[in-house]
């Protein structure tokens, strides 16, 4: 199970970070700020492309979107997200819970500058009813994340 993936990659690596469990779905930007009552630019979103023939990761605040002009100056290519079943298989990850963390197969992640503007942030937490609570700092200490700017 996805959560699971992630609960023992916090164990292993002695992380000292919790997946919060939810009752209710948190699959959504709008759901998930308002089952953990922050505003919606907080849910940190993981979405999954893939540039050539690698699939990579992107991590931007909730309400930003990705700007096509600068995704393509990044990564020289269009952007082109991963289907609904290419990102269970390259995640492990369900689509609403997908996150940086407990993957299936190593990716690299990219953090979006859009993030900056929080302290703490809520990527979900490998299923779409949880969530990861997490410093900016700490999210691209433990992703290994890399900066860049490709959201509007």
């Known amino acids: 199970m996805s959560v699971e993936s992630v609960k023992k990659q916090f164990e292993v690596e002695k992380l000292e ?11 959504t930007v709008e759901l998930a700020a308002e089952v953990i009552g922050v505003e919606p630019g907080q849910i940190a979103k993981t979405m999954a492309f893939k540039v050539a023939d690698e699939d990579i990761l992107i991590v931007s605040k909730g309400d930003a979107r990705i700007d096509n002009r600068k ?7 269009k952007a082109k997200m991963l289907k609904f079943e290419e990102v269970m298989e390259a995640t492990g990850h369900p689509v609403g819970g997908v996150c940086p963390f407990g ?13 900056k503007v929080y302290d703490t942030v809520y990527p979900a937490g490998g299923s779409p009813s949880s969530a990861v609570k997490i410093s900016v700092d700490r999210l ?3 992703t290994a994340g890399m900066w860049i700017d490709v959201c509007k």
């Open 17 to 27: 970070l919790e997946v919060m469990e939810f009752e209710s779905s948190s699959a």
């Open 71 to 77: 995704y393509k100056d990044q990564f020289k290519s």
């Open 103 to 115: 993957l299936k197969n190593p990716l690299k992640v990219y953090l979006d500058e859009s993030l």
């Open 140 to 142: 691209e200490e433990v």
